[in-house]
Structures are given as structure tokens and as C-alpha cells.
């Protein structure tokens, strides 16, 4: 008998979701390609990800 998904501990998941084949090494490449993001992106980026609750509603 096999656990379901949800019944495995943290430390068992799967780290990736199920995808078509090649679909992880597609993202890999893509992001390889990609240009560093500027200072300026970075710090964008961090106040987005790091906004409370409370702001996100506001908006």
C-alpha cells in the first residue's frame, strides 16, 4: 500500500510537480539564457515578495 501525496512527510515530497518530459531542463535553459537582474530589479522584487498582508489588500 502506497501513501498518498498528501500523507508523506516534508521530507519525502517530490521537490518538482509532475511535467511533460524536458520541461524542467527547458526552465533551466531558458533561465541560463536570461540576463542578471540590475540592482533596481532585485530591490523591486524584494519589496514585492516581502509586502505584508495588510498592503496587498490595500492595493
Known amino acids: 500500500m502506497s501513501a498518498a501525496p498528501d500523507d ?3 521530507s519525502q515530497t517530490p521537490a518538482r510537480p509532475e511535467r511533460p518530459a524536458g520541461y524542467w531542463e527547458r526552465i ?3 533561465v ?3 540576463p542578471p537582474l540590475t540592482d533596481a ?3 523591486k ?3 514585492i515578495f516581502h509586502q ?3 498592503c496587498q489588500e490595500a492595493a
Open 8 to 10: 508523506l512527510p516534508a
Open 52 to 54: 505584508t498582508t495588510a
Open 28 to 30: 533551466d535553459r531558458l
Open 41 to 43: 530589479q532585485r530591490a
Open 32 to 34: 541560463a539564457k536570461a
Open 45 to 47: 522584487l524584494r519589496v
